[in-house]
């Protein structure tokens, strides 16, 4: 049988971390678009970040 007591804290372990991806998530986008509003190229935040040219643009659309 499952050990309840075991998967309920492993389900508050993930959900700890999913929520401290999230606000690490937001920090990163914050700061993608204020690279964008002080000048610096697409293709320059997006090597910076490791993420794709597409990406970066997707988020510095995005209304937050």
Known sequence: MTNLAELEAQAHRYHRRVSAADAEREKLYALIRKARRDGYSLRTIAAA?????????????EER
């Open 49 to 61: 970040a490791g993420l794709t040219f597409g990406r970066i643009e997707q988020i510095t659309k």
